[in-house]
């Protein structure tokens, strides 16, 4: 994989890895800044129809070479600040890989 090329301004970058670069087709793209990393997931959806179920129900996240844990579905828990993802951010998507 390539080196993303920095986002464009008020933009943050995904990173596709092994399967979910075969199911976008593509190996990055850019998203609007910020984001909610609660609708991450959704935002995904919108874009590439059926991500949600196929790749991300299983996979890792990272946002600048941290592992995150995604926000359960529907929690709309008001006692967090939640976790804002900002323009000029790295997000991979990490789904799980089996080796021989």
Partial sequence: MATAP???KGHFNVLYFASA???TSKEHESFPAPLELGRLFDVLEERHSGIKDTILSSCLVTVNLEYVDMPPEGDSSSSTTPFMIKEGDEVAIIPPVSSG
């Fill in 6 to 8: 920095k986002p464009p």
């Fill in 21 to 23: 670069g075969s199911f």
